[in-house]
């Protein structure tokens, strides 16, 4: 089997694996069938919704290619599968590139994104003249003509909440949709989750904020509003259930532990996220204000040579930026780096660091056992469980096979953070690259095999030629040997700041503070400063009032007859509006 039909293995399987880094989560769903399909059918399932996720067309080709290998396809299967080749052959044919949903020409998407990069640029000059109309007539046009774009409807979003137009359900509209483009996406699972506590929604909101613990654990707004919230329910400010509670709760505890101080929500307001932007489109995007980086995601490395740092593709992707942080006698050095380059075809990076003094790790490129004894060195979950290095070990579950996307299986345990570490033998050499988790709760584990990661290193630096320990050590040592190769990969993006930071809609102190805007509305009224009435009978400020009067007289006995008269009148207390001052922010 040739490497380009491996590759194109290794895509179908994606859609099933779970990605230790900071890939999509949102990506690792649709592949999975109903449990009364038969194989065939959940296979073709699994690829044709990958395919939706697909960016170049030869990927897809290339997928449906050695899907069409299947001999136990029925001809109708086959056909379907044909037919989709087809479109995916013409697109490649006709070099079409994905925008969103739709196929278009390299050219058409460059005159599309310019168009949408200068309805933008309108918008930001309309909202400093405070002209919100236009600014939103301009960025509903620009997210219809570059749908691939985040930039607009993330604007849209931040707009309507209650640091502006304070319309929670519209920024919710917008929101989601920058998630149906980019599902990961930081800032936009904070702000949403924001704008459903707004609206009492809070098992919407505590599924925003779960996503987001798992794609990156060390926001700190993140922290900040979920010890705020729990904080607020305490004060009676928020009315949340027991076991909505305890849910946030139990949120709460396990990312604000280690190095996000847990009392530090008590100062300040709710912290709605600025902008940040995948690397494509934030060079597009001209730098406002004094633009800041924001810690979006972090894996694992390890140094192949001096200064140069292996590690996976999917943790290097969409990155502004890139750092590498060491942990020394001192403590924890941020370095500066830059990606020097991504595999096409394996789930690999290569990150230049000049000033990393770490030594080069020993690798082993033969053949592996299956049942040998192995290690992982890395990173986990950084924001709940510190940032010191976690070591697991087990053993080599199988041996590479297209099956698995040529990967090694092992069956020591991994968490979101470890992606990009070493797997290494007890001889003290690395034998793989840390990459995926299959969806077991992280107990069964791939790497790619450092023999297939050689010829990517090779590429690059031609003259790479890996040392190759010999000596069985006890695991102690081989702990220590390959801990000081061991390094953060720390995947920072660019913060765009909206043009403006103060004085929302609803009057509240609103401030704008490096990579958030706080808003300290209160929670008992959402900033409106009113209440509903709560007057006794009260009913959107009218009361019914229910009298006896006298409608005649008895013909025959000459007695009074009475009836039951129910009228309207206005509520006293509210003055017939059926709001009150809020009581606790009067
Ligand atoms: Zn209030
Ligand atoms: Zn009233």
């Known amino acids: 089997m040739s490497t380009f039909l491996w590759r194109t293995t290794g895509l179908v399987m994606l859609a099933v694996l779970m990605s230790l880094g900071p890939t999509s989560l949102a990506q690792t769903k649709p592949g999975l069938g109903t449990a009364s399909k038969s194989p065939a059918d959940k296979a073709i399932d699994g690829a044709f919704s990958k395919l939706r996720t697909m960016r170049r067309p030869a990927d897809g080709v290339a997928l449906l290619t050695t899907l069409l290998e299947d001999k136990t396809f029925s001809a109708v299967q086959r056909q379907k599968v044909a037919r989709e080749l087809e479109v995916w052959q013409k697109r490649e044919a006709d070099k079409l590139v994905r925008s969103g949903t739709s196929w278009i020409t390299a050219e ?3 005159r599309r994104e310019k168009e949408a990069d200068l309805l933008i640029e309108k918008a930001f000059l309309l909202i400093d003249t405070k002209d ?15 749908d691939a774009g985040l930039r607009a409807d993330f604007l849209l979003g931040l707009l309507n909440t209650p640091i502006l137009a304070n319309s929670p359900e519209t920024a919710e509209k917008h929101f989601r949709k920058v998630l149906t483009r980019s599902p990961n996406h930081i800032p936009t699972l904070n702000n949403l989750a924001l704008c459903c506590v707004r609206q009492k929604e809070f098992s919407k909101a505590y599924e925003c904020w779960r996503q987001l613990g798992e794609v990156a654990p060390n926001t700190p707004e993140l922290s900040h509003n979920l010890g705020r919230l729990l904080d607020e329910s305490g ?3 928020i009315n949340l259930g027991n076991s909505e509670k305890k849910r946030f709760q139990d949120l709460y505890l396990d990312i604000a532990t280690g190095e996000n101080a847990p009392d530090r929500y008590k100062q300040g307001g709710w912290r709605y996220m600025h902008l940040t932007l995948p690397k494509e489109e934030a060079d597009r995007t001209p730098v406002r204000d004094a633009s800041s980086l924001i810690l979006a995601a972090s894996g694992t490395g390890f140094a192949i040579l001096p200064g140069v740092v292996l590690t996976n593709r999917h943790v290097v992707n969409d990155a502004h930026s890139i750092r590498v942080d060491v942990e020394t006698a001192s403590g924890w050095t941020s370095l500066e780096a830059k990606v020097k380059a991504v595999s096409d075809t394996l789930d690999l990076a290569i990150v230049e660091c000049p000033k990393l003094v770490s030594p080069a790790v020993q690798v082993s490129t033969g053949a592996q056992r299956r049942g040998s004894e ?26 590479p096979s297209s099956d698995y996307d040529g990967m090694l299986l092992f069956d020591a345990t991994a968490n979101p953070g470890n992606s990009g570490g070493p797997i290494v033998d007890q001889n003290g050499n690395v034998i793989a690259v840390l990459t995926v988790g299959f969806d077991l709760k992280g107990q069964l584990t791939g790497g790619v095999t450092m023999s297939d990661a050689l010829k990517f290193i090779q590429f690059h630096y031609g003259d790479y030629q890996p040392k190759q320990g010999g000596k069985k050590l006890e695991w102690p040592d081989v702990d220590e040997l390959i801990a000081k190769s061991t ?64 409608a005649g007289t008895n013909p025959v006995t000459g007695q009074a007859l009475f009836k039951s008269v129910t009228r309207k009148v206005s509520c006293g207390t509210c003055g017939g509006t059926g709001k009150i001052d809020c009581p606790r922010c009067h």
């Open 374 to 399: 192995v290690m992982i060195l890395g990173y986990p979950k950084p924001g709940a469980l510190g940032r010191t290095l976690k070591t697991t070990r087990g053993s080599v579950t199988a041996l």
């Open 235 to 237: 004060k009676g400010l």
């Open 108 to 110: 058409e998407k460059t």
């Open 487 to 550: 390094v953060m990969v720390g995947v920072y993006q660019q913060v765009v700041k909206l043009g403006a930071g103060t004085g929302g809609a609803a009057g509240q102190a609103t401030k704008s503070s490096g990579s958030y805007i706080e808003d300290n509305a209160c929670s008992f009224c959402g900033g409106s400063q009113m209440v509903t009435c709560s007057a006794k009978g009260c009913s959107r400020g009218g009361m019914s009032v229910t009298e006896t009067v006298q």
């Open 132 to 146: 919100y109309r236009s600014a939103r007539e301009a960025l509903e046009k620009a997210s219809r003509t570059d």
